[in-house]
C-alpha cells in the first residue's frame, strides 16, 4: 500500500529527521562526485557526465522545492524562516553549488555544451517559480479583467528578465 506523500510532508520528514537526514544530504554531492569519477577514470565518460549532471539536476529540484516551499507558508501566514533552521534553508543552494563543484572538477574545460543545458533546467525552475507565485496570488477576477494576453506579456517579461540575469551569471 503506497501513502501519497505531499511536499510539505516530505519537507517535515526531511526536517525531523534531524542531524543524520542532514548529513546524508551534505555528503550526496560526495557521493556523486566519487561515483562520476570512477566512471570517467574506467573510460565511461558519457555515464560519468549523466551522473555529475544528475547532481546538478538534484539541486535545482531542491531550488525549486524550496522557493514553492516558501511562497506557500508565506501565503498561508506561516513563517519558514522562523521555524525552520537556517541551514536547511541553505541546503538547497549548497546542493546546487556542490552540484556544479562536482561537474568542474570530473569534467575540468570548457563546457558551453553542458552549460546550455544547465541554463536550460534553470529557466525551468524559473519558469515554474514564476508560474507557481502569480497563480497561487492571483485571483481568477484578475485574469478576466486583465486578460490572458496581458498576463501572458507579464509572465515573459518576468521569465526574461530573470533569464538574463541568470545567463549572466553561468
Not at 536547511?88 to 570530473?106: D, I, K, R, S, T
Not at 536550460?120 to 507557481?132: N, P, S
Given at each position: 500500500?503506497?501513502?501519497?506523500?505531499?511536499?510539505?510532508?516530505?519537507?517535515?520528514?526531511?526536517?525531523?529527521g534531524?542531524?543524520?537526514?542532514?548529513?546524508?544530504?551534505?555528503?550526496?554531492?560526495?557521493?556523486?562526485?566519487?561515483?562520476?569519477?570512477?566512471?570517467?577514470?574506467?573510460?565511461q565518460?558519457?555515464?560519468?557526465?549523466?551522473?555529475?549532471?544528475?547532481?546538478?539536476?538534484?539541486?535545482?529540484?531542491?531550488?525549486?522545492?524550496?522557493?514553492?516551499?516558501?511562497?506557500?507558508?508565506?501565503?498561508?501566514?506561516?513563517?519558514?524562516?522562523?521555524?525552520?533552521?537556517?541551514?536547511?534553508?541553505?541546503?538547497?543552494?549548497?546542493l546546487?553549488?556542490?552540484?556544479?563543484?562536482?561537474?568542474?572538477?570530473?569534467?575540468?574545460g570548457?563546457?558551453?555544451?553542458?552549460?546550455?543545458?544547465?541554463?536550460?533546467?534553470?529557466?525551468?525552475?524559473?519558469?515554474?517559480?514564476?508560474?507557481?507565485?502569480?497563480?497561487?496570488?492571483?485571483?481568477?477576477?484578475?485574469?478576466?479583467?486583465?486578460?490572458?494576453?496581458?498576463?501572458?506579456?507579464?509572465?515573459?517579461?518576468?521569465?526574461?528578465?530573470?533569464y538574463?540575469?541568470?545567463?549572466?551569471?553561468?
Amino acid at each position: 500500500m503506497v501513502l501519497p506523500v505531499s511536499i510539505a510532508d516530505l519537507m517535515r520528514a526531511l526536517v525531523d529527521g534531524g542531524t543524520a537526514t542532514l548529513a546524508i544530504i551534505v555528503l550526496l554531492p560526495v557521493a556523486v562526485g566519487l561515483a562520476s569519477w570512477q566512471l570517467a577514470k574506467r573510460q565511461q565518460g558519457r555515464a560519468s557526465q549523466l551522473v555529475a549532471n544528475a547532481g546538478i539536476a538534484v539541486g535545482l529540484m531542491a531550488m525549486l522545492v524550496l522557493l514553492c516551499t516558501l511562497l506557500w507558508a508565506s501565503e498561508h501566514g506561516m513563517s519558514v524562516v522562523e521555524d525552520v533552521g537556517v541551514v536547511w534553508l541553505l541546503v538547497p543552494v549548497y546542493l546546487v553549488v556542490a552540484g556544479f563543484v562536482v561537474e568542474n572538477w570530473v569534467h575540468p574545460g570548457h563546457q558551453e555544451g553542458i552549460r546550455a543545458q544547465i541554463r536550460g533546467g534553470v529557466l525551468i525552475v524559473i519558469v515554474l517559480t514564476v508560474l507557481y507565485w502569480l497563480l497561487s496570488r492571483m485571483r481568477i477576477w484578475m485574469l478576466v479583467h486583465t486578460g490572458v494576453l496581458g498576463l501572458l506579456l507579464f509572465i515573459a517579461a518576468l521569465v526574461g528578465i530573470l533569464y538574463f540575469l541568470m545567463r549572466k551569471a553561468i
